[in-house]
């Protein structure tokens, strides 16, 4: 149910409303990169905006827009702009940018000319500005524009406001929300988080935009016919030993320095366990020298980054997928594998975790290496119950998640923050 207007928070579920049609808007979002190695935000972000293009390609009424404006290097990002741009995006890349917080005169100018376009047959200034991120020079800007030329925002602190952030850098983002963020954040119409847990952690702060809770979603598409097993498995020579994925970008905040010595000392002695992601070279071989320490590191794989079919044959080939981090906004990861048809280990430090579990299909734990350890000893002990909660997983990411559906829950909000001009 969706509370009646004036309450505190909206919490829409994740399914899709029936009989919406699709909004006929002009969208601007900004973000510091859509560059995939960013990690999540930039990846939801590039896929949101592309469903929403799809969307507005199909509208009965005018034509929307959806624009994206990001920091980034336009030569670091041409491959996912042209993908964008293919489908109706219109990407601006205006950096790089320079210093701390990726401050460039080129991302004001694609903001203010964004703001400020003519109007006219399939143009014009946006009617909303989505903005995905906190602590850079483009969310400020941004925030700070469009307020000063009258168009709404919606402001997706992508777990930047969580505790765990905050403290990281502590001095710097107490100063940085004090003095910029808390005007930029109560200075919008609406503040979209994607799980209750995000916005009960919050609360303390106390902020005065209404609240929408969204979820990130999948493309279904991808995971609708599912490889044949055992891709992954003999690209690398893994055979039948048990198999434990670990699939995000290699990074202290995601717990692998907990997950190792769990590994080690509780998962069967012929398990193999996938660091699958991009890292920094000084951190992947920490890790590496850490696997040789514990006496595991021939059971340890590094595959780097997969995309595409290749990600998708790792998930699907997994007897369980693995993600015990310190702090995680919502973990689109994690969708992915249940998608593929495989159960999920996470902490309870992942946003979504209350989720997995009360839908029975997956365990979650604290950030502590023995109830990790004693989570994959026991869940890999019952490769029965594995493989339903697999099952039960895939169903619940078929009709909860994908992007066609999260978008127009989107659209919800949207039409509630500019008051249902277009609908």
Request: hydrophobic share 45%; net charge positive.
């Amino acid at each position: 149910m969706i509370p009646a207007a004036g309450s505190e928070h909206v919490t829409v579920p994740g399914r899709a409303q029936r009989g919406y049609s699709s909004l006929s808007v002009r969208i601007l979002h900004l973000c510091t990169s859509i560059d995939p190695a960013a990690g999540g935000p930039s990846n939801v972000l590039a896929r949101l905006a592309r469903v929403q293009a799809e969307r507005a390609a199909r509208s009965s009424g005018p034509p929307g827009q959806v624009s994206i404006i990001v920091a980034d290097a336009p030569d670091a990002v041409k491959g996912v702009a042209a993908e964008l741009e293919a489908v109706g995006v219109r990407v601006h890349a205006g950096g790089p940018g320079a210093g701390p917080f990726c401050k460039g005169p080129m991302v004001e100018r694609l903001i203010r000319d964004a703001l400020a376009a003519p109007q006219g047959p399939g143009t014009g200034p946006p009617d909303i500005v989505h903005i995905h991120g906190l602590w850079q020079h483009t969310p400020h800007f941004g925030a700070r524009a469009a307020r000063q030329a009258g168009v709404p925002v919606i402001f997706r602190p992508c777990g930047m406001l969580d505790p765990w952030s905050l403290n990281q850098g502590r001095i710097k983002k107490k100063l940085f929300l004090e003095l910029r963020a808390r005007r930029d954040l109560n200075g919008s119409a609406a503040i979209h988080y994607t799980t209750e847990t995000e916005r009960r952690l919050v609360e303390p702060l106390r902020l005065r935009p209404r609240a929408w809770v969204i979820p990130n979603g999948i493309d279904w598409s991808e995971f609708e016919v599912l490889p044949p097993k055992g891709r992954f498995r003999a690209a690398h020579g893994i055979d039948q030993r048990p198999l434990i994925v670990f699939l995000s970008r290699l990074h202290y905040k995601k717990g692998i320095e907990l997950l190792l010595p769990a590994f080690a000392h509780a998962a069967p002695k012929d398990a193999v366990l996938a660091l699958v992601g991009p890292g920094e070279g000084d951190y992947v071989q920490q890790l590496r020298a850490l696997a040789a320490d514990l006496g595991v590191r021939e059971r340890v794989l590094f595959p780097g980054m997969l995309k595409g079919p290749a990600r998708i044959e790792a998930l699907h080939d997994a007897d369980l997928f693995v993600l015990p981090s310190y702090q995680e906004n919502f973990g689109v990861a994690v969708i992915e594998a249940l998608a593929a048809g495989t159960p999920v280990l996470i902490s309870d430090q992942v946003n979504i975790w209350e989720e997995v579990q009360a839908a029975g299909v997956g365990v979650a734990t604290p950030c502590r290496t023995e109830a990790v350890g004693e989570a994959l000893r026991r869940m890999l002990s019952d490769r029965e119950r594995l493989q339903a909660m697999g099952a039960a997983g895939r169903e619940w990411a078929r009709k909860t998640f994908p992007w066609t559906a999260i978008a127009e829950l989107v659209e919800t909000m949207y039409r509630d923050v500019i008051g249902g001009k277009s609908a």
